[in-house]
């Protein structure tokens, strides 16, 4: 006897998104359909568009998700009770422990180039980086200008983008991430 295939009313978003993540971590975006996602849930592709018109919003819902969290690191980083110099170095691991530790994800938020998404994922990767921009300057001890942060956002993308798939987590690279960290900072704060 065959598992009951769920009803739109048995059907949640929760179920579709968790199905969706699977799929997209292991295929390419294109690759990933709704009728994919409704065949691994045991439903009709019909039944996922009472929840999501397409497959743009169920990414960009994963993507939320993702973004969700990377702010989150930033948050618990910035109201710390850790001076500001330790402050900015924990922002600065916890990004590259972020990306690390969800390297399909990362690859997903900031990797991944598709014109059917990059509008939307686009938007969260500017609201997530303007908070890590205010985040780093307003610990700051000088004032940066905008091309420091965003080199320094992008020496944390370089070093996540080069370790990713040759470690698992970022335990395994976390003496290599001290010491990017501590680069940075180093780099930040000399002056001419």
């Known amino acids: 006897m065959s598992p009951r ?16 993540h699977k799929q997209f971590i292991t295929k390419d975006f294109h690759q990933v359909s709704m009728r994919s996602i409704a065949k691994e849930l045991g439903c009709s592709h019909g039944a996922i568009y009472y929840h999501f018109k397409n497959k743009a919003e169920i990414f960009y819902a994963i993507l939320g998700d993702y973004f ?23 922002v600065f691991v916890g ?6 530790n969800h390297q399909s994800q990362y690859e997903l938020m900031f ?13 969260a990767a500017n609201l997530s980086y303007e908070k890590f921009a205010q985040s780093v300057q307003s610990l700051s001890n000088t004032e940066l200008s905008i091309s420091d942060i965003h080199s320094s956002f992008i020496a944390l993308h370089g070093f996540v983008a080069h370790y990713r ?18 680069f940075l900072i180093k780099a930040l704060t000399y002056r001419e």
């Open 68 to 90: 969700s969290e990377l702010n989150n690191i930033l948050d618990e980083n910035m109201n710390g009770p850790e001076d500001h110099s330790t402050k900015l170095m924990n």
């Open 111 to 123: 990797i991944m180039r598709d014109s059917e998404i990059d509008g939307l994922s686009q938007e």
């Open 95 to 100: 990004y590259m422990a972020f990306g690390l």
């Open 165 to 182: 798939h040759y470690v698992k987590n970022y335990e395994e690279a976390k003496e290599a991430v001290d010491v990017h960290a501590k």
């Open 5 to 20: 295939k769920p009803s739109t009313k048995d059907l949640t978003k929760e179920m579709i998104i968790n199905e969706a």
